[in-house]
């Protein structure tokens, strides 16, 4: 099974419109992000039987911080209860659970929940997914920066291994964005060199199965080239 995934792709998902989801129902923030947590759910389990091997969401930014205390607050605890209690469904689902990002400014009780998390999915095979949380791009690239030991971290598989910590990690095939925002925010900046990008209106609590298919079908109509020529041509 383990070696299913690599051939599998790598969709990230920037999870956005949770605060606009809610305010349209007259709602507060944070019963967005309670919806937000359910379209994570119905997401991971749709994932690998739409070809997904390894799925990186984006919960929580390095500038998400600045936001109010009692909704940074609100969100630390959905992310613990997330963690905490969808543990024996990740399990029975085969899913791998790895968190990326700091975790020195974390309340102890999440920090204590992804360690515990982690653990208990190691297992999993059938999907890997990664949830980033006080994450960074421009942080992960400093830090791997300031750990390059030897001209062996200095080539693109190198560095890749010091940025990710995971040297089997494959770079983003597809990048989503919710909310019809069209920006990436300090997200995978290094992964994402030659991700294809598919931005949607639809507000990351309305997010389900159907618009990852969708995502998909769009994704594999496009042509990567990674600076190549179409197949015709460079048969030519
Ligand atoms: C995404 O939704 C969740 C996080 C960034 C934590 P937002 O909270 O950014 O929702 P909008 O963009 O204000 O609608
Ligand atoms: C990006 O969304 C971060 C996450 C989805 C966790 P934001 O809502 O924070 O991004 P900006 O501020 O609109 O760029
Ligand atoms: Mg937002």
Not at 222 to 233: D, V
Request: hydrophobic share 45%; with cysteine; aromatic share 6%.
């Amino acid at each position: 099974m383990q070696s299913s995934l690599p051939s599998k792709l790598h969709a990230a998902i920037i999870m956005d419109g949770n605060g606009r989801w809610a305010a349209a129902r007259g709602l507060p923030r944070k019963t967005g992000h309670e919806a937000g947590v359910k379209a994570i759910r119905r997401t991971v389990e749709a994932a690998p039987g739409l070809g997904v091997g390894t799925l990186t969401l984006y919960a929580f930014s390095c500038d998400n911080w600045a936001r109010p205390k009692a909704e940074v607050e609100a969100l630390m605890r959905l992310l613990r209860h997330y963690l905490s209690r969808e543990v024996a469904r990740l399990v029975r689902n085969g899913v791998r659970l790895t968190v990326i990002g700091r975790r020195d400014r974390l309340p102890g009780g999440l920090a204590a929940a992804i360690g515990r998390a982690e653990e208990e999915t190691a297992a999993g095979r059938e999907l890997h997914l990664r949830i980033a949380i006080d994450y960074s791009a421009r942080e992960a690239i400093l830090s791997a920066a300031a750990r390059i030991a030897g001209p062996e971290d200095l080539t693109r598989e190198g560095f890749s291994r010091l940025v990710t910590g995971d040297a089997d990690l494959r770079a983003v095939d597809l990048l989503i964005r919710t909310s019809g925002e069209q920006r990436l925010s300090d997200f995978l900046l290094w992964e994402s060199a030659y991700a294809e990008l598919y931005f949607t209106d639809r507000l990351w609590p309305d997010f389900g199965a159907d618009d990852l298919a969708a995502a998909l079908g769009t994704f594999r109509r496009r042509e990567r080239r990674f600076g190549g020529l179409p197949a015709p041509a460079a048969a030519a």
